[in-house]
């Protein structure tokens, strides 16, 4: 991963933005996270806090990927928050087994990798100019880039340390390589569960989830506006109506006092009958600052806010998706319960599964089918003729009645093993990395901020 990261235009630029994709989120799990509305970041580790700036710099990374690919993720919001926030978590976790071991970047290291990063030179060198402008463009201040870099470096140390206690045999490769490569002729059955979701399911999805499918928001406003002859008769009513507001009471309309609006703003033009110092005081009203007093050179406004108001994608528009998405969470359990019940007797006949004939590599069988890594050595054991357990993939379950079986040619074994053995490397560090957070989360107190989350 950070063979590519390296050779790449943007490098350190997006080195921290990654945070380590690869790590499995299914670690967070083992952790019962704290939340808490205590703290001023986003989350804290063992005392240490992540910020809101950090978190919202890779949130924004992450949306823009993902907007730039032309996808769309009004459903998908909460979920990607969730992930960049358990991203971060890994990252800090790492950091500070980094910095107890001693093997943070130094400044020098931080100032050598801006200095090689080709987004900030000019004809070959780096440009102190170039350096402020890019970071400009993107929102962040040169000491927040420099933070990050160093932490991400450090974390390098980390992992390069991780890395080098991989290690692979050349028999595991030699047998690894073999399983792979086997060819196999097969019958296969798959079951699908029957997930059903209710119109009013989805109804109430759409309902609770209001911000994911928002096209934008608006404040819901009440301006009132009151003019008088008599300037100081005009300020006493303006006083009398702030108050009235204030208490969560309407006030009484005549005809020194006019209401000039009513309604959701969605955009600054909707004021623009509006005097510059009035627009710019509703403008600023939030739930923090829900009332505003204004004397204009017409009269006096008063104006009230009453919250946010969401402008939301048609539901029939967003049906199908919203069915889609509940389907795919009640799926787990689902599978699981199908599988539980298909592994009591092993016939899969009375479920109606889907037949399919199979040619090809034992590699190729995995990659088509989805099948997970304990499940292949078992396969591999089968004989002819032999018909595999159930076997439970993220989508199905499937069983497999082996037809043919031939092992590769030692040549064809010896042709792969070197392309083999990065990929088995790979696992094993993915494997190392997670039980390492693993450890790590065990003996770590989190905190995480659920009510800027939900903002």
Do not use: C
């Not at 070959?124 to 929102?139: A, E, N, P």
């Not at 204009?296 to 998405?325: L, M, R």
């Amino acid at each position: 991963m950070f063979d590519k990261i390296a050779g790449s235009k943007w490098k350190n630029i997006v080195l921290y933005i990654t945070v380590f994709a690869f790590v499995g989120t299914g670690l967070i799990a083992i952790l019962l996270y704290k939340f808490s509305g205590q703290i001023n970041g986003v989350a804290e580790v063992n005392g240490e806090e992540i910020s809101i700036q950090e978190f919202n710099y890779n949130y924004q990374n992450v949306v823009s990927m993902y907007e730039q690919q032309k996808i769309d993720i009004s459903s998908l919001k909460n979920e990607i928050k969730k992930q960049v926030l358990d991203n971060l978590i890994d990252k800090e976790l790492l950091y500070q087994e980094a910095k107890k071991e001693g093997i943070l970047a130094t400044k020098e290291e931080v100032k050598q990798e801006i200095l090689s990063i080709p987004a900030f030179q000019q004809n070959g060198k780096f440009s102190k100019d170039l350096y402020l402008s890019t970071l400009s463009s993107l929102g962040i201040a040169p000491e927040f880039f420099e933070k990050l870099l160093q932490k991400d470096l450090s974390v390098q140390h980390l992992l390069a340390i991780l890395q080098s206690s991989v290690y692979i045999s050349d028999e595991e490769v030699e047998t690894f390589t073999k399983k792979q490569l086997t060819k196999i002729s097969a019958d296969i059955k798959i079951i699908k569960p029957q997930i059903t979701v209710s119109d009013e399911e989805i109804k109430n999805y759409y309902q609770n989830h209001q911000k994911d499918f928002s096209l934008e928001t608006g404040k819901k406003i009440k301006i009132y506006k009151i003019v008088a002859k008599d300037q100081q008769k005009a300020e006493e009513k303006a006083k009398e109506i702030f108050l009235t507001l204030k208490s969560d009471k309407e006030p009484v309309l005549n005809k020194d006092v006019e209401k000039v609006f009513d309604g959701t703003i969605y955009k600054e033009e909707q004021l623009s009958n509006l005097p510059e110092d009035v627009k710019k005081d509703v403008l600023s009203l939030s739930k923090d600052k829900n009332i505003s007093f204004t004397k204009s050179t017409d009269g006096f406004y008063i104006s009230k806010y009453y919250g946010e108001e969401i402008k939301a994608i048609p539901f029939e528009t967003v049906k199908e998706q919203i069915a889609q998405k509940l389907k795919l969470e009640k799926q787990p359990k689902a599978l699981e319960e199908l599988y539980k019940e298909i592994s009591k007797n092993n016939d899969l006949s009375k479920y109606n599964p889907i037949s399919e004939s199979f040619n090809g590599t034992l590699q190729e069988l995995i990659a088509k089918y989805g099948i997970k890594s304990d499940d292949v050595n078992p396969i591999y054991k089968l004989k002819e003729g032999e018909i595999s357990k159930p076997l439970k993939t993220d989508e199905n379950i499937l069983q497999i009645k082996i037809n043919t079986k031939q092992e590769p040619t030692k040549e064809e074994t010896e042709n792969m093993k070197k392309g083999m053995l990065s990929i088995m490397k790979a696992e094993k560090f993915n494997n190392i990395l997670q039980m390492y957070l693993d450890k790590l989360k065990e003996k770590s107190k989190i905190k995480i901020n659920k009510r800027l989350l939900e903002e």
